[in-house]
T-cell receptor
């Protein structure tokens, strides 16, 4: 079992819809969780991070964390074609380190 | 505030050569982590430095090494390059190593080994 799992997609949504990206992790002691967006040929860009159970909202983005289910998700409201990218979920397993474990990423396509 | 900078942005080397990549973190950030990204393996952790000390190391051979200077700038070195070392090498900067801190990536160095 991989430490961090994401559906590779592609996930296709129409412009204006809500895109839902999911990520599961295997280490129950994982501390904090990151969502990065990566455009083709570019480096990952941090969208949000979350470390407490529940929801965290920032503009059109909402991260949801459920530690009991070992599940973290990212919702993108009012999806735009410019949101088309690969979304990487990353998990920090231990609090005393900066090491992140990444999923393989989900490709999102937002169709005009 | 300037972001993370990495130099060079592109490198072409041949097998057996060695290479040194540089990373300057965001001003005030003291922790630098290095990652390798390939299409097959995705993003994999190489090592992490904080206050000039290596705090963590990923599952890479000893040909991969790094260091951090007193100004928090970091370098990584790959000796005896192999074709499989072709990848995007990314460095990430954060305020400190532990806790719930954001990590910001630099633009990366694209290494091609021929």
């Amino acid at each position: 079992q991989k430490e961090v799992e994401q559906n590779s997609g592609p996930l296709s949504v129409p412009e204006g819809a809500i895109a839902s990206l999911n990520c599961t992790y295997s280490d129950r002691g994982s501390q904090s969780f990151f969502w990065y967006r990566q455009y083709s040929g570019k480096s990952p860009e941090l969208i949000m991070f979350i470390y407490s159970n529940g929801d965290k909202e920032d503009g059109r983005f909402t991260a949801q964390l459920n530690k009991a289910s070992q599940y973290v998700s990212l919702l993108i409201r009012d999806s735009q074609p410019s949101d088309s990218a690969t979304y990487l979920c990353a998990v920090k397993i231990r609090s005393n380190t900066g090491k992140l474990i990444f999923g393989q990423g989900t490709t999102l396509q937002v169709k005009p | 505030k300037a972001g993370v900078t990495q130099t060079p942005r592109y490198l072409i080397k041949t097998r057996g050569q060695q290479v040194t990549l540089s990373c300057s973190p965001i001003s005030g950030h003291r922790s630098v982590s290095w990652y390798q990204q390939t299409p097959g393996q995705g993003l994999q952790f190489l090592f992490e430095y904080f206050s000039e000390t290596q705090r963590n190391k990923g599952n890479f051979p000893g040909r991969f090494s790094g260091r951090q200077f007193s100004n928090s700038r970091s370098e990584m070195n790959v000796s005896t390059l192999e074709l499989g070392d072709s990848a995007l090498y990314l460095c990430a900067s954060s305020l400190i190593a532990g806790g719930n801190n954001e990590q910001f990536f630099g633009p990366g160095t694209r290494l091609t080994v021929l």
